[in-house]
């Protein structure tokens, strides 16, 4: 059974993906199972095995503690993270062939606190990997884009498990995936003069150089989750993460 976690910015398009990949692998004859991991989340498209906001009351416990937005879906995941079993005893997972993980739009969740890489290595699973959306004009500019690709390389790091790299929303405009693959193809100093030579820019550009060198980085797959363009193409990069490119149903 393979367990995919969709994480990335809030408005990046994580629900609408989830929902894109469980039509897609469904309609490929796959059982697929999806759990939304959002308490805050609102018009969940996809069918849920499981759902967070059946075990944790979001809204009801912010307004209890007087907290924010973001520091109060930190604090709803650090309480998942000790209530977990009562999720996971929804489903069997045994039943499914791929679960799709939907979770918020919180990176800090994953990249920073202890209850992000514990959920993932806790949420039952055999083959486990995460994709990390992000879409075209959130990388539009050089230097958002060199800070994703070292995000990027943290989340690699931090949850242990292959991490695809994958940019949404190539239906609203496609030149900028032309750009970024571009800037794959340059130089130390040709991306610090995209990005415009600052100290911040050059700590961007050295820390993408190093992260490049050790692996951490590889060009993202583009797609749009609302036409279904390149998900064929981004089913395959699963497939091989997860059963070394086997696409046989099992």
């Known amino acids: 059974m393979n367990v995919i976690f969709i994480v990335g910015e809030a408005g990046t398009g994580k629900s609408l993906l989830t929902k894109a990949l469980y039509d897609s692998l469904t309609d490929d004859g796959w059982k697929v199972g999806c759990i ?37 879906m930190i604090f709803l995941m650090d309480f998942l993270s000790t209530a977990l079993d009562a999720l996971t005893a929804l489903y069997d997972p045994a039943n499914y062939s791929y679960i799709l993980v939907d979770t918020p739009g919180q990176l800090e969740i994953f990249s920073f606190r202890e209850s992000g890489p514990y959920l993932i ?27 994703h690709e070292v995000i990027s390389s943290m989340l690699r790091i931090r949850l242990r498990i292959p991490v695809l790299q994958v940019v949404n929303k190539l239906d609203l405009d496609s030149e900028p995936s032309r750009i970024i693959t571009g800037w794959f193809r340059m130089s130390r100093d040709e991306l610090l003069k995209s990005a415009g030579d600052t100290e911040g820019a050059r700590y961007l550009v050295d820390s993408f150089a190093l992260a490049r060198k ?37």
Request: charge should be negative; aromatic fraction near 6%; proline fraction near 5%.
């Open 214 to 250: 050790l692996g951490l980085v590889e060009q993202p797959i583009f797609i749009s989750a609302k036409t279904g363009e390149n998900m064929e193409v981004l089913k395959g990069y699963i497939a091989r993460i997860m059963m070394g490119g086997e696409d046989t149903n099992v």
């Open 121 to 147: 290595r806790s949420i039952p699973g055999e083959n486990k990997a995460a994709i990390f959306l992000s879409d075209v004009f959130l990388l539009s500019k050089p230097e958002n884009f060199l800070l």
């Open 36 to 72: 939304n991991l959002d308490p805050l989340a609102e018009g969940v498209t996809y069918p849920t095995i499981a759902d967070v906001k059946d075990i944790i009351k979001g809204d009801e416990i912010i307004r209890r503690y007087g907290l924010g937005v973001n520091g109060g």
